[in-house]
């Protein structure tokens, strides 16, 4: 059974400050891994993807790989109030599979 | 910027019925995808699709699920007699010229099943 673990949260930061948000994955032979928000009641929508090991910096947002780990996390700087949803870690598992398999979800509240 | 589109965004319908969900894909995207999200849980897979037919499948889509693509634009899931448990939103998604590539979610169709 292939799993994808995220802590639930909620994550509570003061508004600037820098959030990180982590996510571990079950299946080595895992390809490609993406960062999705969510509001409630709102589809996924797509924050970062990554496919090798290091870091990915986009504007805010930085996402890192750990192949040997099994571990990707988000870091978001300078949070704003308007950062606060759902962020979902999904992975595809690699050569041969056709899906995306999803955490549960980190809840991230920045407080003014 | 293309996006995915779905309609209805609210279905509902009453148990034992069928309901025909819609979604228009990205334009020249050659892979598509059904995923659901019961209240309060984790977004799962159900199916993908490339080249008019199944390419993967969840065990949550069993004889009861159906995709089709009828035309050269939308993709239709069908949920043949609908269980109470069948209540969810359900997304479709689109991605380019490979599996691996970034997957984009439409809006969303809630179904209530009463």
């Known amino acids: 059974q292939k799993e994808v673990e995220q802590n639930s949260g909620p994550l509570s930061v003061p508004e600037g400050a820098i959030a990180s948000l982590n996510c571990t994955y079950s299946?080595?032979?895992?390809?490609?891994f993406f960062w999705y928000r969510q509001y409630s009641g709102k589809s996924p929508e797509l924050i970062m993807f990554i496919y090798s090991n290091g870091d990915k910096e986009d504007g805010r947002f930085t996402a890192q790989l750990n192949k040997a780990s099994q571990y990707v996390s988000l870091l978001i700087r300078d949070s704003q109030p308007s950062d606060s949803a759902t962020y979902l870690c999904?992975?595809?598992?690699?050569?041969?599979?056709?899906?995306?398999?999803f955490g549960a979800g980190t809840r991230l509240a920045v407080h003014p | 910027e293309p996006e995915v589109t779905q309609t209805p965004s609210h279905q509902v319908t009453q148990m034992g019925q069928e309901v025909i969900l819609r979604c228009v894909p990205i334009?020249?995207?050659?892979?598509f995808y059904w995923y659901r999200q019961i209240l309060g849980q984790k977004v799962e897979f159900l199916v993908s699709?490339?080249?008019?037919?199944?390419?993967?499948k969840s065990e949550i889509f069993d004889d009861q699920f159906s995709v089709e693509r009828p035309d050269g634009s939308n993709f239709t899931l069908k949920i043949r007699s609908t269980k109470l448990e069948d209540s969810a939103m359900y997304f479709c998604?689109?991605?380019?010229?490979?599996?691996?590539?970034?997957?984009?979610f439409g809006p969303g169709t809630r179904l209530t099943v009463l």
């Open positions: 299946d080595r032979g895992s390809q490609s």
């Open positions: 334009s020249n995207h050659l892979y």
């Open positions: 999904a992975v595809n598992p690699g050569s041969g599979y056709n899906k995306l398999i």
């Open positions: 998604a689109s991605s380019d010229q490979n599996p691996t590539d970034t997957q984009y």
């Open positions: 699709f490339y080249n008019n037919e199944i390419s993967e």
